[in-house]
């Protein structure tokens, strides 16, 4: 993965910048802890989760800087990502669970479950990356 130099320095990523690792990174600042997936049939859906949301929170950050400066509301980054990436169907939300070390008690919450984790991590994130992304970027990016 291609990560802006803000965006590592906020996951305090140094290794190389691969799905698993940024996951991980992404888990250890929004949770801190490390971040140990339970590899599912289909392969590592919940280091592709996480590493999306902070491909999306990057993305949505650098998209809005020019324009909005000041104004960027993080809460309102993470809504529009959770909304996004949490899967509609049970049978991904059951692995993405499983992945996640997340045990739920049935079917009906997985998905409110994965949104609040969701939540969570994009909204870490962007609150460690805004500042910084903003330091980088200059004084111009205090307008707004």
Avoid: N, Y
Wanted: glycine fraction near 10%.
């Amino acid at each position: 993965m291609e990560l802006q130099p803000a965006t590592r320095l906020a996951l305090d990523l140094r290794e190389v910048a691969t799905r698993s690792a940024v996951g991980a990174a992404a888990w250890r600042l929004a949770f801190g802890q490390e971040f140990e997936p339970m590899h599912g049939e289909g392969g590592d859906h919940a280091s592709g989760l996480l590493s999306a949301i902070v491909e999306a929170v990057e993305f949505k950050i650098a998209d809005s800087l020019p324009r909005l400066g000041l104004g960027i509301d993080t809460g309102a980054i993470a809504e529009s990502i959770a909304d996004a990436l949490v899967p509609e169907l049970s049978s991904q939300q059951l692995q993405l669970c499983a992945e996640l070390g997340i045990h739920v008690p049935g079917e009906p919450i997985m998905g409110q479950v994965l949104r609040l984790v969701t939540l969570h991590v994009a909204a870490t994130l962007a609150a460690e990356l805004l500042p910084i992304a903003r330091a980088q970027r200059g004084p111009s990016s205090s307008r707004g």
